[in-house]
């Protein structure tokens, strides 16, 4: 009976072992290092393998208690498999070998406890003093020692042989080294060993034991021109020429696997979250920006001007580029774009507010267009004329047209049919809701009926119909107050309005408020009214909720979505009354209670981090629609893979990392 091989807590070495497919070869060199290697972890990593894999790696972990059995998808690679195996491994020194038995485990041990002060120690077959046993046919000689050539020739190395299957690295250094690493096909070895050329780090060549395996009938000369291409992509992704990458996969698709524990994320959004008049979009990204750059990921912000605002500025750590105004900005982003921002991104965030940038004109890089809500019959109504018409055609027509390869994301079911309906994206269309910030909770009420408007005063909010309904609620509760929170160009006419009815003694208007004060108007409200014409989703609804306050809304896209009738608020349709329903709330305390619960409750099922998470996972589906990519999703090491026709792309498989 084969012994139980019990998994270290502390393994003193990670041992990465990819495998395309396992056969008993395989599970024999598994079975091997396990045993050679009973104080470290094996961790055996299968790509491009059906599914019966599964039952031989549990029956090789099932006796073999230090060996990690992980599966990723068709298409990483060797390259990807080890980057996979790397992240999930817990040891303070990594290597990685060959699956074939080419190396014996005495020798990786040998290469492992040789690493000195050295950052990597890695085999050679070709140095003096090695040996190796085998025939290997004259053919793969050459293909191998002129791949050795080529790459020395075009990065600089000084290494006898970057492609031996037997290295060893301090876990210190690949932490640093991945960050800047991307490739993870078949130039994965010579990314890794320049980059640690660039980063001054040692790296010792070491004479090996190896032993050839049998002839795989490669096809040598499709795998050569593979080889090739990829390495000469890898040239001129670190050089001047860099540019031109993009157009280079086109023509020569060398499937460069990026498996990266971070993203960098580039959103380009009208405002920002300084801007005076900024409002739910700009929170929206802003909070799940936040959790990204404290999660690893690298953020910048790109958006239109305002008085007093610098061109550079920055918030939670986040920069900001400010481009030309609220007139200029769609115009002056994409030469801005190319002039500063197109080298150093995964993926871009085109935040639709009315119109999109129109990022595929200018820019190749993966997308994820957010659309909060279609605006074409606002257009229509409150713009009219040939502007109104020529805004809604661009919605409907060119929209559709430029940004038909391009992922989106909405924020409600609502839109998300909307946008079906007029031709914007496809069944694949992801839906990320709003979040609840964690500061935001029950307060104090106020002592007298509150009802509270938080939002931007534009005309399709219907701000002046809630005053006007106020002012019938006043006639039944003359202690009743109303509190407008939020700026506008609508602003001169509401309180015009508001002297016309004689309410100034009961409607206040606070204006832009800060955090602490929004949070003291959320707690203090009896009731929430929001009778938008229609919402992405209503977040401050949710906020409301959040803060024990029920809501009042209209029968409206979004908004609809946002409020639980009878449980977070009530829901009016266009048409009724909503001062009757507004006076319910206010007058009726049980039913007042009630609600209050219930936005509790409800206010409970959302939060940032679950909007951030899954605007990341929208955003490697954005990037694997082209290729397979991983990416470190807060302590998750997540797998995304293109499964079928355009904007079609899963999640493939979740590994714990590290801890």
């Known amino acids: 009976m084969t012994p139980t091989v019990v998994a270290p807590r502390s393994p003193r070495f990670s041992i990465v072992i990819p495998a395309q497919n396992v056969d008993e070869t395989v599970v024999a060199c598994v079975e091997r290092y396990a045993d050679a290697f009973a104080d470290s972890e094996i961790i055996l990593v299968l790509y491009r393998q059906a599914d ?40 303070d020194i990594v290597g990685y070998v060959d699956s074939a038995g080419s190396t014996p485990p005495s020798e990786m041990r040998r290469l492992c406890e040789s690493m000195g002060d050295n950052d990597g120690v890695i085999g050679s077959r070709w140095l003096p003093a090695s040996k190796v046993s085998g025939s290997r046919p004259l053919r793969l000689k050459i293909a191998s020692r002129s791949y050795n050539l080529l790459v020395c020739l075009l990065f600089g190395l000084r290494y006898s042989d970057t492609k031996c299957d037997a290295k060893v690295f301090r876990r210190a250094a690949l932490d640093r080294v991945m960050r800047v690493v991307e490739t993870s096909n078949i130039a994965f070895d010579a990314d890794i060993l320049y980059a640690m050329k660039r980063l001054d780090m040692r790296v010792h060549e070491e004479p090996i034991s190896w032993t050839e395996a049998p002839d795989s009938r490669l096809k040598l000369l499709p795998a050569s021109l ?37 993203l960098r994320i580039l959103i380009i959004n009208w405002r920002d979250p300084k801007h005076p008049q900024a409002g739910g979009a700009e929170n929206y990204l802003l909070e799940q920006a936040r959790l990204w750059t404290q ?60 119109l999109p940038f129109f990022s595929p004109l200018f820019s190749m890089k993966p997308k994820v267009c957010i659309l909060y809500h ?72 106020s002592d007298v009926p509150t009802v509270l408007y938080l939002g931007r005063l534009k005309a399709y909010k219907r701000v002046d119909e809630l005053i006007e309904i106020f002012a019938n609620v006043r006639k039944e509760m003359p202690a009743a107050v109303l509190r407008i929170a939020g700026t506008g160009d609508a602003l001169p006419t509401l309180r015009a309005l508001v002297q016309r009815l004689g309410l100034g003694d009961s409607v206040v208007f606070e204006g832009f408020v800060d955090d602490a004060r929004k949070l003291e108007l959320l707690q203090g409200a009896w009731v929430m009214a929001s009778l938008s014409e229609i919402e992405g989703w209503g977040i401050s609804v949710i906020e409301a909720n959040a803060c024990g306050t029920p809501a009042v809304v209209h029968d409206v896209p979004g908004l609809r979505e946002a409020i639980v009738h009878g449980t977070s608020g009530l829901i009016v349709p266009d048409g009724q009354d909503v001062g009757a329903a507004i006076l319910r709330i206010l007058q009726d305390a049980p039913l007042r209670a009630a609600l209050e619960r219930g936005s509790l409750a409800r206010a409970q099922t959302f939060s940032w981090e679950i909007a951030a998470r899954e605007m990341l996972y929208e955003m490697m589906r954005a990037i694997s629609g082209l290729e397979v990519r991983g990416v470190d999703l807060d302590r998750r090491w997540t797998f995304f893979g293109a499964v079928g026709g355009r904007n079609s792309s899963s999640l493939l498989d979740t590994y714990s990392l590290r801890q």
């Open 374 to 445: 279609v605006h074409r019959e606002l257009f229509k109504k409150h713009l009219g004329g040939w502007l109104g018409n020529a805004l809604a055609w661009c919605e409907e027509t060119f929209v559709p047209m430029i940004y038909r390869k391009v992922h989106f994301v909405t924020i409600s079911q609502d839109t998300r049919h909307e946008m079906l309906a007029v031709g914007i994206g496809d069944s694949s269309a992801g839906l990320v809701r709003c979040g609840v910030g964690s500061e935001l909770g029950p307060g104090s009420k």
């Open 226 to 262: 593979r080889s090739f291409a990829a390495v000469v992509r890898l040239r001129l992704h670190h050089s001047f020429l860099s540019g031109i990458v993009p157009l280079y996969d086109r023509v020569f698709p060398t499937n460069p696997v990026r498996l990266r524990d971070n």
């Open 295 to 354: 999660w690893g990921h690298h953020v910048e912000w790109i958006s239109g001007g305002f008085p007093g605002g610098s061109s550079r500025d920055s918030i939670d750590s986040i920069p900001i580029r400010r481009v030309g105004n609220f007139m200029t900005v769609y115009a002056g982003v994409p030469f801005v774009y190319l002039k500063e921002f197109r080298h150093r991104f995964d993926v871009i965030v085109d935040s639709f507010n009315g």
């Open 52 to 91: 019966p894999a599964s039952d031989i790696i549990e029956r090789i972990t099932a006796t073999k208690g230090n060996v990690v059995g992980l599966r990723v998808p068709d298409g990483v690679g060797r390259g990807g498999a080890v980057r996979a195996g790397i992240l999930v491994g817990h040891a």
